[in-house]
């Protein structure tokens, strides 16, 4: 897979994919990763991005000329991406969809955002990574392309991972996970896990994420069937594991 970004700060975007597991990806050729600096595609000599608005307004807006000119000289991968708070919200979804194209390309907006000819003109659709602002699209563009990446055959060690994890294809939130030690501090991994009856483990987990789903997360719980009498039957078997209480953030 082929992924092009283009931004003012390309190396924040590099180095973050340069290590762990999208670092190996890209040491192995599973995903062919490049970023442009939008600044090298300007005319005068401060390299110039942006520009004050037209009809007036606080902050600086970037200009269409770099933009365009540095896609277009890269033939960069399509759909073109922005990164807005304005776009449609990324989730597993959308990286599912993301992850059986043959590329992307994510553009980083900064300041007051991108002249809107660009987004007329160039941009395939806007993308949010949620009703948060930040100073530029960089972050949001690290997001999306690990959430890709790693959705691509090879990438992950576990092939199952990408199926039973959060927002996978159950639907669910993923169960709670435990290691070794068995006792620490005076608690204790659940008896089921350590029973070895691999059945009831597997019915223990679904319960679980049942549970977290139910009481972390109804919205998902309402894009689902009602439950199922061997759901209801889980769930009674099972009690759930305790969780954290809502933090109050104060007034």
Known sequence: MRID???LFPRLVDDFCSESLLGRAR?????????????EHTTD????VDDAPFGGSAGMVMKA???FESFERAAA????????PGGRR???EMANQLSRMDGFSLLCGRYEGVDHRVVEHLVDEEVSI???????????ACLIIEAVTRLLPGVMGNETSSVTESFGESGLLEEPQYTRPAEFRGWNVPEVLRSGDHAKIERWRRAQALHRTIARRPDLMAHREP????????LEEFPAVPYPSSFSFGG
């Open 227 to 234: 439950l199922t009498d061997e759901e209801i039957r889980l």
């Open 5 to 7: 970004v283009f931004s």
């Open 130 to 140: 949620g009703d948060v602002v930040l100073a530029g699209g960089e972050v949001g």
């Open 90 to 92: 990324f989730d597993q």
């Open 65 to 67: 000329e770099p933009i």
């Open 45 to 48: 000599v401060h390299h110039t």
């Open 77 to 84: 991968a399509r759909p073109l991406l922005l990164l807005s």
């Open 27 to 39: 040491q192995q050729q599973l995903v062919d990763l490049r970023c442009h600096d939008l600044r």
